[in-house]
């Protein structure tokens, strides 16, 4: 268990709607970060936050947003869904400390399957 | 942006053959870390490099960092069914961490 929560588990919804995805992250962590894998590939980064402010984005489409709340729970918004959104979505958190970062910790993964 | 390549893509092997990936950046990286995502589960972080030349192991494992910083490896020694999954290398950038392609290890008993 990475202490990283995810929810919900699987999500099944037709193209044109939106999701919510939901990540508490680990006990203490002010990181958080979303990653996207679609099937068989590799690990596409999205979005990361620290403690409420947004810090990083890499290639999320604009029909995506994300947002970490003062509880330091994030949620990763999809809207306008296409098939091509299928995948799995992580959730990671990482420790901070001065001059780097440590390992990242991910949950278990929201799986989106668009119809 | 950075990009960190890994090859192969895919590796076939029989139980107890070696098994080893190699991680390329363009770039001298400060860092690297390693990940390895079983069938269905989520990346597990294995370990992290720093230092040019460093080479650390872990029982069957062994990971090497280049002396130049831009490339790393990751060897399996004698592998078993349990190494199966898809090998991760991850360079911790600022703000975020890039992931290379990745190796899907195959273990055939």
């Known amino acids: 268990d990475s202490g990283v929560t995810q929810t919900p588990k699987h999500l099944i919804t037709a193209t044109g709607q939106r999701v919510t995805l939901r990540c508490s992250p680990r006990?203490?962590?002010?990181?958080v970060y979303w990653y996207q894998q679609s099937l068989d590939q590799g690990l596409q980064f999205l979005i990361q936050?620290?403690?409420?402010?947004?810090?990083a984005k890499g290639n999320i489409l604009e029909r995506f947003s994300a947002q970490q709340f003062p509880d330091l729970h994030s949620e990763l918004n999809l809207s306008s869904l296409e098939l091509g959104d299928s995948a799995l979505y992580f959730c990671?958190?990482?420790?901070?400390?001065?001059?780097?970062?440590?390992?990242?910790?991910f949950g278990e993964g929201s799986r989106l399957t668009v119809l | 942006g950075q990009q960190v390549m890994q090859i192969p893509q895919y590796q076939h092997v029989q139980e107890g053959e070696d098994f080893t990936t190699y991680c390329n950046s363009s770039t001298t990286l400060s860092n690297i870390q390693w990940y390895k995502q079983r069938p269905g589960g989520h990346p597990v972080f294995l370990i992290q490099l720093v230092k040019s030349g460093e080479v650390k192991k872990q029982k069957r494992l062994t990971f090497q960092f280049g002396e130049a910083k831009k490339n790393s490896s990751l060897h399996i020694t004698a592998t078993q069914t349990t190494d199966v999954g898809t090998y991760f290398c991850?360079?911790?950038?600022?703000?975020?961490?890039?992931f290379g392609t990745g190796t899907r290890l195959k273990v055939l008993a």
């Open positions: 936050y620290y403690n409420g402010e947004e810090r």
């Open positions: 991850a360079f911790a950038g600022t703000y975020k961490y890039i």
């Open positions: 990671a958190s990482s420790v901070e400390y001065r001059g780097g970062s440590g390992e990242l910790f």
């Open positions: 006990s203490g962590d002010l990181s």
